[in-house]
């Protein structure tokens, strides 16, 4: 059996792959490991397929993993998870994020919302991996009131199938991120670490649902609130033209502001595809016609 132990490390633009395969290789050599690493990341701030070779051990020649050869695939989205699953060799393990980022081209139907999107369904998974570790990991970075860091929360559940001192893993990570942010990434890298998963492989945080259409904004139906975090924006524009109902803008500062709330369908678009995550849909009560309010 070789001594080398090769990684694959898959997502979309934004939710930082490439940050994270840095990390990996950092922790590699930190541990005294020659490291090789290839990446593709022309598409990481457009919300396309984002990916990193990853390949360690006491001598490596390629950074490439071939078609069967991953000892590891780490997916930070469902869809790209699915896709590169190929890629895994028989009994390596797959994490896996449950979050879905679906791309516009699915989005066949907006006004009904039946994106052509397979169905996140961790049950599915079963006898395609040695071992299936599922979470929403967006999810868990929310309770750690910092969603950036659902990448260092997938590096954590990583770093317990990795042979790696958890104190390399450290070292890289603080060595890595804005410093700003260190205190904020090592928690995190912490909580996938601790993370322990079922043997039924549903997904920790207990989700094991379909991506849920979003009803219209029309009379009677669910309304919606568009949240922007001024702070995260950085005026890349993708929100505004992605938006079908043109809720959205520009300002004088290069910032996103809502300047038609009421006309939200719930597609999502703009939160799926921001790169920063600086936009969250929410839905809110429902909307009733005039004539349908009771007044007492």
């Not at 896709?83 to 980022?101: C, F, K, Q, S």
């Not at 595809?273 to 839905?283: H, Q």
């Amino acid at each position: 059996m070789s001594d080398v132990r090769s990684l694959l490390l898959v997502g979309v633009g934004g939710q930082g792959v490439i940050l994270a395969g840095t990390i990996v290789a950092s922790a590699c050599l930190r541990a005294g490991m020659d490291v090789k690493k290839s990446e593709v990341h022309g598409m990481a701030q457009r919300g396309g397929a984002v990916y990193s070779h990853i390949r360690y051990g006491p001598r490596v020649h390629s950074p490439l993993v071939e078609e069967g050869g991953a000892d590891v695939l780490v997916a930070f989205e469902w869809a790209e998870g699915l896709r590169w699953l190929p890629y895994l060799r028989d009994g390596g393990v797959l994490i896996i994020n449950t979050e879905a980022v679906v791309p516009p081209a699915a989005c066949r139907d907006r006004r009904g919302w039946t994106p052509g999107y397979p169905e996140v369904d961790v049950a599915r998974l079963r006898g395609r991996a040695g071992e299936v570790l599922a979470c929403n990991a967006r999810a868990l970075a929310r309770r750690l009131k910092h969603q950036k860091v659902a990448n260092t929360i997938l590096l954590g559940v990583l770093a317990s199938r990795l042979d790696l001192p958890d104190a390399a893993w450290q070292e890289a990570i603080a060595a890595t991120v804005p410093a700003s942010t260190v205190e904020i990434n090592l928690r995190a890298y912490q909580e996938g670490r601790r993370l322990t998963f079922p043997r039924d492989t549903a997904p920790v945080d207990g989700s094991r649902r379909p991506v849920q259409a979003r009803p219209s904004s029309r009379d009677g139906a669910t309304a919606f609130l568009i949240d922007v975090v001024d702070g995260w924006c950085k005026g890349c524009d993708i929100c505004v033209r992605v938006c079908p109902e043109h809720c959205l803008r520009l300002n004088g500062r290069e910032r996103v502001e809502v300047i038609d709330a009421a006309a939200c369908t719930g597609c999502r678009l703009c939160e799926w595809l921001c790169p920063d995550f600086a936009i969250a849909v929410r839905g809110v009560a429902p909307v009733l016609p005039d004539t349908a309010r009771r007044t007492e």
